[in-house]
């Protein structure tokens, strides 16, 4: 029990409790409790754990070693050249310390999308649920892959790094394993002027870039007029897709993601800090995208809470309410990666998983502005 | 706002509110409540409208007028007596009467089942919500029904009378109707002596008085152990169909109908009266078949009020939780008859359906026995 019980963001309960049996969420609600260990928490708030949807764990350990100030393409050969020097050891021990800090911070449900695919095992027996993406580039799908060895069970799903680094076709194959699988896609898309330059004209340094990696994009379909119609051109998006970023959105691109259902992860302080450059949030609230948070690494951002993403996104987009931006953490969060059933509400059927907030607050409106300002605060995570 | 708010049985709010914009719960919970027409309705209940999944409307006129002391197949001889000296024009204007008594009650979503066919404008034009079964007896189905017409648009469906009075045949292609249109099919099933011992040897006064009504049964695979299981032999049993009493349901009758997903419609008022006996509730339950409760209509009981059914249950079966019985009436009709989208529960996103109840509790059990022993109280419909 606890002075509030957001069971939702447009559910919540004064002095209320939530019951857990087994794990499972039984009852919630107010009233005199009778029967059972009755644990007060005290006069914050008790909220379903969060959903970071959009993190890469196995690059944990180049916190602090990439610098963002000399350009994106600079950052990502920094990132490259940093994570071979590190070596696969250390990215992984640094890689479980990236989850405590998950943990530690509120969340339990996570899209983890590993390249090198050394953050499975860590994942699997780590008490975060959600989905591990394996990330393709390129321009073939491996054999494992297509076989379904390359990802191991139901948590387990594809992701393509994005459109300027992995092949339409690449693309359309995976989205076809994930389908048949009842799975969520993943794809990184609309991040970065470099990206969008190369989509509209095959131009720019980035060509040469994917040429030094050994990536042939001669028969690439280049020439679009934006990152999401070109994808949009490959048939791939629906509503069993989760978009990240979308910083080169505009008005048409936002109206394509909104009609097809896409799912689509912000992750703002690593736009603020790679591109300097925020998305069309307002424009894709408006619309009614489905938007969930992430935070990228800690190779781009300073930590992997999803309290601390909330409190930028209100302090970039103050017009958005509150209880908004609290659904993008938690339910829409769950929904994105699949796992809406289970996580993202303290509905009674779902999963008990969930946060203590020591936040103080005199009604609903308060509430969710404590919360949702609350980075950075020290939090109990009852699982 | 009341004192108490039962959002659904594993939901329960002390002091709380519905938020109701539009026609729709936009928010629920409890706190300050700010902004918008506060209604204070006192320290009682609300609850989500009730839902009566079976009730024939166009027998309301027949209420006092067929005894039901000399048997079942006396009371159905009367009962047809009495329906044709009575005209349509009375039965009509009594159906009338009917909805206004379901409305008073605290019903606000029904599944009225019709032979004649004379309630369909009325059901339509009424605040009911629900189902509009059409029902066929026989061993034909009407031209205009296999054309659609006969069923006029989305709140209507059809229903067979039961295994002993329609052709197995037609059933099955009145079931593949519903299944196309996405909507549920009805059925009394396992209700009287007569329909066990007819569908068991095909002996009896059943087939006589079939005979008599013009119904020629030769060709039906009469000698099943027991109606479910003459039933499951067509092929129609599963979660689209609504089956209405089983009170000759043994033990694997009811596994059978839990294993196919089948919705039970429970009438224990109707059955006292008709039959004697009651349908073994304690065992469905166990088994965890969705049940829901109905009244039949007032030719076999006294009252459309499904708060007076509760009470019977609760009287009949005391070991079964009030909350469960709660739900029964609330939340598992109105996903029996394919509308728990929209009806069931206070969860915001559904229609502002409520009734308010004067009662008092001081706990959550205190509340639901309240609830369940409410029959005949007077509530307040809040549409």
């Not at 950052?75 to 250390?90: I, M, N, P, S």
């Not at 069970?153 to 194959?173: L, R």
Request: net charge neutral.
């Amino acid at each position: 029990k606890a002075g509030w019980v957001v069971v939702k963001s447009d559910t919540v309960v004064r002095d209320g409790f939530v019951k857990v049996e087994a794990g499972m969420i039984t009852e919630v609600g107010s009233g005199p409790i009778t029967g059972g260990n009755v644990v007060d928490h005290g006069e914050g708030a008790l909220v379903p754990a969060f959903v970071n949807a959009h993190t890469h764990l196995e690059l944990t350990g180049l916190a602090n070693k990439v610098v963002a100030d000399k350009g994106f393409k600079q950052w990502v050969k920094d990132l490259l050249k940093a994570r071979e020097t590190a070596g696969y050891d250390f990215l992984q021990s640094e890689a479980a310390k990236g989850v405590a800090q998950l943990i530690e911070s509120g969340v339990v449900v996570a899209g983890e999308v590993s390249t090198l695919g050394i953050t499975a095992d860590l994942f699997a027996s780590s008490p975060l649920s959600g989905v591990w993406f394996r990330e393709i580039l390129g321009n073939r799908v491996p054999e494992d892959a297509v076989a379904g060895n390359g990802v191991r069970d139901s948590c387990c799903s594809f992701a393509a790094h994005a459109p300027h680094t992995t092949a339409p076709d690449v693309i359309k194959e995976l989205k076809k394993l994930c389908k048949a699988r009842g799975q969520v896609f993943s794809i990184h898309l609309a991040e970065s002027d470099e990206e969008l330059e190369f989509i509209r004209t095959g131009r720019g340094s980035w060509g040469d870039f994917l040429r030094k990696r050994g990536i042939d994009f001669s028969s690439w379909p280049i020439g679009a007029k934006s990152p999401v119609e070109y994808l949009a051109k490959t048939g791939v998006l629906d509503k069993g897709m989760l978009a990240v970023h979308l910083v080169h959105a505009d008005r048409s691109d936002i109206k394509l993601v909104a009609e097809s259902g896409v799912k689509v992860c912000l992750c703002l302080r690593s736009n603020a800090r790679l591109h300097g450059r925020m998305p069309d949030v307002v424009r894709m609230v408006a619309a009614g995208v489905p938007l969930c948070l992430g935070t990228d690494s800690l190779a781009s951002v300073d930590s992997l809470g999803i309290l601390d993403e909330m409190a930028f996104m209100s302090y970039k987009f103050p017009s958005i309410p509150a209880s908004v931006v609290f659904a993008m953490a938690t339910e829409n969060g769950a929904k994105a990666l699949g796992v809406g059933r289970r996580f993202g509400t303290l509905e009674p059927g779902k999963t008990g998983a969930l946060v203590y907030l020591p936040v103080r607050a005199s009604n609903r409106a308060d509430l969710f502005d404590s919360i949702v300002s609350a980075g950075g605060m020290q939090v109990s995570v009852i699982l």
